[in-house]
């Protein structure tokens, strides 16, 4: 799929969220990589057959201080490459980068993987 089809469909899924979240979501971009970097794989601890598919990068919102400086936007990434690998059709692709989308809000929200898993189960 060429990247700007991939997006429109990050589009459409951010449209999904429902507003009471997306009011809250502040300084934030989402963007699209081909693959996580080696850098990601080691902080995140992911070795061997595991995909990563998405990435919250910032601070999550209970965590932030009024005291804190001007700060760069958060940044959300969805791996492109990774969600097409394990999907295998267009219906499929959509509702994986919805999940990969929420998934990430919610990292941005504070939610940890647990809980993330706890609210809205395995994929």
Request: glycine residues 4%; aromatic residues 8%.
């Amino acid at each position: 799929m060429e990247r700007k089809e991939f997006e429109e469909l990050i589009d459409r899924a951010y449209q999904k969220i429902p507003e009471k979240f997306k009011q809250k979501i502040e300084n934030m971009v989402i963007t699209v990589e081909d693959h996580p970097t080696q850098e990601d794989l080691e902080h995140l601890s992911i070795r061997g057959g595991n995909i990563l598919l998405g990435l919250y990068r910032g601070t999550p919102l209970p965590q932030r201080s009024v005291w804190q400086a001007v700060r760069m936007p958060d940044k959300i990434v969805l791996f492109q490459k990774n969600i097409e690998r394990i999907c295998r059709s267009e219906k499929e692709l959509e509702e994986k980068v919805y999940e990969v989308l929420q998934h990430e809000i919610a990292h941005y929200f504070g939610l940890s993987d647990r809980e993330i898993y706890e609210l809205m189960g395995p994929s």
